[in-house]
Every structure is written in structure tokens, then in C-alpha cells.
């Protein structure tokens, strides 16, 4: 079968089977890790980084050979495989601009994950489900065939479940169990919707059923009032992955306990599934549902903005509270996403692989200092900076970018998503703005608890950031700076493809057009001149 699929691709845009790599790759190599005797710690730990370092050059592959002067999807498999006749239900993958950087960013993150922490029992099970995970990601952010979007969707909870059940801390168990129920409830929802659309499309058009994103988005066959309900049913999916408040409560839970490479992960990519989802399923989709519940999902973007920053400041636990910071963060990403404006949707694409840059740096960092003191607590911690100047530094880099400082990355994201939103709606702009504000207190105050004032004890003999931390660290802070202040190339591939949803969005829903700024400039009456022949 493998074969098969490989084959499929033969000739497709990239010019090899690179797509089905992304995925299979990681698969095969957690089966080999599971084939591995056990004990043989060194070979788990080599399995595991050559699945997953291959995978990452897959995915540069496909970043260097997308052509990014067009919108839709560039890169597609060749022949598709078909699984079950039927039902219409196909192997078929493809990238455009929106997927393209979440695919780049899930092959860079996942060699890090595994190079920068080690597990500190059980080797074999910890790598093996760290790669599965892998391919399941990238198996969500690639698909092109419901059916298959479903099954990568609730793969990933499986690993993700049993590395906060068995590698976490504290109270691992309940995290882990409250993070599986909360995702599997919205999922149940989202597998009637898949199954309402496809039948239902199939019953008006008279056509056979099929599970193909493309072409049930072309179509638009649905009801208005079936659409805004199957919508609902994606979106109550897609809330608790983000998550979106008031459904975000498993999130800080399974960030505190879950192990440093859990949390990375966690935040890095699978909350981007969420807000993917809400991209390629919501607006292209369902574009008339999605513009009618737009401002109930800005609203409540908006809350998750000020709530996270406000519940951020309040946590004693400097994990927890970088666990909130991405509550609000993902907040902006909802705004953006439905202001559905061309700007505010390219930067919330930029933004979700910022968030993850910043946010997965934060909590390596975090991890790392745990290690170190044994605890998290910002109240014992203090003058850390005195024993490790380069990890303060690190630090401070990362924690800037996180506040959405000009010149790094975080900025030009929330830069792109408010000035959007703001053309949108002028007041939930302001309100969301007020966020910018908020994450500067927060972060800036835990900085300063944390690393300035007297180091007493065993902070002021904390080691400093070791040769392998930080080249593991390094790629992530050069992404940081680069994007910051070089966005081009990134925003040039992202936006044809942003510009090709918002005109199928113009092209479903009537009577609606892109918002746009109400710019009132001079007439020509306006413009006249007096007898001494001065303008006026």
C-alpha cells in the first residue's frame, strides 16, 4: 500500500512523492523504535531523531519547491489513491500557502523536541509515541479527504494523551484524562457534521458521496440553515483544540503537568490545529456560516485575549503562566481569522507559526530551569541572572518576542491581525489591542521575579545554559529575529492563498465583500482656488 501511495505522487508538483514522505516517514520510524529491543536507550533516541530529522528536510523540500505566486494548492498528489469506491474516500494530500509554514514548523519542531529533553524513564514508549504524533500532525495539516482528516485528528490524542499520563508531572493523570475527554467530546460532534456534509451535498447535487475538501467547498450545496448548523458542530471541534474561551479549561492543566517536549509540541503545533481547522474547514467550507457567526467568534476571541493576559498575570506557577499567555495569543488568531480580511488572515497564518516559535522556545526554557531548581514556583525563584546571564538573555529574547516587540517576529503577526480587524470592527480592534498591553505586564513582571533581584541559596548557583540546550535553542531564536525583521518571504507565499479564500468566500456568500477601510478623499470641488490663486 505504501507503494501505492508513493507512486500516486510520481510526477505531482514536487516531483517526488514528498507529501506521502511527510507522513510515512514518521510512521515507519516509530514502527522500527516499537521493533527495538528494549533498553537499547541510544538506538531509540537515533531512530527517533533520524525519522523526524528526515521528515524536517522533506518538509524544507516542499517549502523550497512551492511556488508561492499563486494562491490554491500547488502542490497536490498526482493521482490520488482511492481507499473505499463508494463513499468516495481518497488518499489525497496538498499544500497551499496556509499549510505550507504549519507543515515547515511541525518538521522543525519535532528533531528539536526530541534533542533538547530526555525522558527520564521508558525510553522506547516515550520516542515511539512522539513520532507517531508527528505523522499524525502532519497528516491533519496535509489531507485533502475528510475522512482521513478525521483519522489524523484523533490520532494525535492518543500519544499526546499517554505522554502526559505516563512522562508528566504532579497531577498527570488527571490532566491527561481532562485534555482526552474535552477533544474527543468536540470530535464525536465534528464526525456527524462530516457526515451530515457529505451526504447531504451528495442528496442535493446527485451525485456519488465523496470526502473531498475541493471539491465539497466548490460545490456549496448545503441548506443556509443545514450549513450554520453542521458549521457549529466543526467549530465546537475546533474550539476545544484551539482552545477558545470559555472551553480552554484543559489547556493550562495539561500544559503544567505535561513533560517539556509535551508541552513544546503541545503548544507549537497542536493547538494549530484548531485554528487550521477553522481556516480550511470553517471559512473555505462553510463560507456563509462562517461570515454569519463571524462576530460571536471575534467576541469571543477578543474575551480569550483579555482573560488570558488577565489570568496570566495572577499564576504562581511560571509554566501555568505561560500556559495562559497562550490563551490569549490563540485569541488573536481567532480575531484575525474571522475578521476575514486579507491582512488580518495572512498575519493570523504568520501568527500561528510565531506562536509557536516563541511559546515552544518559553516552555524549553521553563523546562530547562525546572530541571535546574526543582521548581517553578516564581516565588522562590529570584536573581537568576546573576548565575545564568546567557540563559537570562535567551530568555529575554524569547519573552520579547512573546510581548509582540517590534523587530521580532510576534509583532508583525498582531501587527497584521489588528490592523485587519480593525478595518472590521473598529471597537473590538481597540478592545483586542488592549492585549499588547496586557501581555507586556505579565511577562515583563515574571521576568523581573524571576530573573532580577538578590539570588539567594540555590538560585544564585544555578547552572548556566548548557553547549547542547542552546544549539538546540539557537535555530529557534535565528527564526525569531529573521522573521521579524525580514517577514517578506514568508508573507509572500502566504498571501495568494489567503487572497484566493477571502474571493471564495465574496463568491458564496451574497450581498458580502471583503471589509475595507471607509478612506473619504478630496473632490474635485473640494479643490479650488481663490482670486490671489493660492489652493484652498
Known sequence: MFADLLAAEAGAAAGFPTLTMLIVVPALGALLIALTPKGRVEAHRLLAVLATTITGAASVWVLLDFDGSEGGFQMRSADPQVWIEGLGISWDLGVDGISLFLIVLTGFLFPLAILGVKPEHDDKAYYAWLVVLEAGVMGVFLTMDLFFFF????????????????????????????????????????????????FLTASATGNDPTFNIVTLAETQ????????????????????KVPIFPVHTWLPDAHTEAPTAGSVILAGVMLKLGTYGFLRFGLYMFPEAAVWFAP???????????????????????????????????????????????????????????????????????????ERRHTR????????????????????????????LPGLNGFVGEFLILLGAFVASPWIASIAATGVILAALYLLWAYQRVFHGPAEGENAEMAELKVSEGLVLLPMLVLIVFLGVYPKPMLERIEPAVEELVSHVELHVPDWSEPTADVILPSDDDHHSDDDGEDH
Open 151 to 198: 483519522v489524523f485528528f484523533e490520532i494525535v490524542l492518543v500519544p499526546m494523551y499517554f505522554l502526559i499520563g505516563n512522562w508528566g508531572h504532579g497531577n498527570r493523570k488527571y490532566a491527561a484524562t481532562k485534555f482526552f475527554l474535552y477533544t474527543m467530546f468536540g470530535s464525536a460532534l465534528m464526525l456527524v457534521g462530516i457526515l451530515a456534509t457529505v
Open 221 to 240: 450545496a448545503l441548506s443556509m440553515t443545514a450549513g450554520r448548523w453542521i458549521f457549529l458542530s466543526f467549530a465546537l471541534a475546533f474550539a476545544v
Open 296 to 370: 460571536v467568534m471575534m467576541v469571543l476571541g477578543t474575551v480569550g485575549i483579555i482573560y488570558g493576559a488577565v489570568a496570566a498575570t495572577m499564576q504562581k506557577d511560571l509554566k501555568r503562566l505561560v500556559a495562559y499567555s497562550s490563551v490569549a495569543h490563540l485569541g488573536f488568531i481567532v480575531l484575525g481569522t474571522f475578521a476575514i480580511t486579507t491582512e488580518a488572515l495572512t498575519g493570523s497564518v504568520m501568527q500561528m507559526v510565531n506562536h509557536g516559535l516563541s511559546t515552544g522556545a518559553l516552555f524549553f526554557l521553563v523546562g530547562w530551569m525546572y
Open 377 to 404: 514556583e516564581i516565588a522562590a525563584l529570584g536573581g537568576l541572572q546573576k548565575a545564568a546571564p546567557v540563559f537570562a538573555a535567551a530568555f529575554t529574547l524569547v519573552m520579547l518576542s512573546s510581548v509582540g
